[in-house]
């Protein structure tokens, strides 16, 4: 039995998403006991910005004619999506940045689908395993806010996880975590403390699903 997981954060110390996703993983270690966890951390550890093009060159080539880089892309590309094929479970923790995907999370994705067996329009590895999402925003984007309508990342990996590798997907959503660092944000400290209490209810439920559906 194993879990991935993945966080894109650029941060290590401090990082909201990776506090939630820390929620979900506990959760998982107490359904799955001496399970291996093994994680991936994009954030500090990002992609090479010049892998998923040489992984598409490199991938309509014999192997004997690609060029070291596309050779080490192709590569590349094939261990990043080894690891989600060989979990049974996966846990994603996204910031969301600028309103949009974080890139080291779009470089990532964008390079496992040069892998065959991942490619849009193919019958995906992934299919039916259980995953959760956490997504942060650190400000709030909920319907009639000012900014409803500008979280341009969510949506987008919805549709790559759920829709594309059709993952059995739960998602844990925890907003206005810039309070408390953002002096502007301070007349929402309630509010806000609302909205995280809730996200850890949901990741410690969709932890221990996450734990249960694995095991079926």
Do not use: C
């Not at 993945?6 to 506090?19: C, K, P």
């Not at 892998?51 to 490199?58: E, I, K, L, N, Y």
């Not at 990532?108 to 299919?127: H, N």
């Amino acid at each position: 039995m194993s879990l991935f997981r993945l966080d894109a954060s650029i941060r290590v110390e401090g990082s909201q998403s990776r506090a939630i996703a820390d929620i979900v993983e506990q959760e998982w270690r107490q359904g799955n006991p001496g399970a291996v966890v093994r994680a991936r951390h994009i954030g500090a550890e990002p992609i090479p910005s010049s892998s998923w093009a040489a992984a598409v060159s490199g991938s309509y080539l014999p192997a004997e004619q690609r060029s070291p880089e596309q050779s080490a892309a192709v590569a590349l590309a094939a261990q990043a999506a080894d690891e989600i094929v060989e979990a049974d479970a996966l846990l994603f923790a996204v910031p969301l940045y600028n309103f949009g995907v974080s890139q080291h999370f779009k470089a990532w994705v964008d390079l496992i689908l040069t892998d065959p067996r991942m490619a849009a329009g193919t019958e995906p590895a992934l299919k039916g395993k259980p995953a959760v999402l956490v997504v942060v925003r650190g400000g709030a984007y909920g319907a009639g806010t000012p900014r409803e309508g500008w979280d341009h990342a969510t949506g987008w990996i919805r549709r790559i996880l759920a829709d594309v590798w059709e993952l059995d997907l739960r998602i844990v959503e925890s907003e206005f975590t810039l309070v408390g660092v953002n002096p502007a944000l301070d007349e929402f400290k309630e509010l806000a403390a609302e909205l995280h209490a809730a996200a850890e209810r949901t990741a410690r439920e969709h932890g221990q699903a996450l734990a249960t559906l694995a095991a079926v």
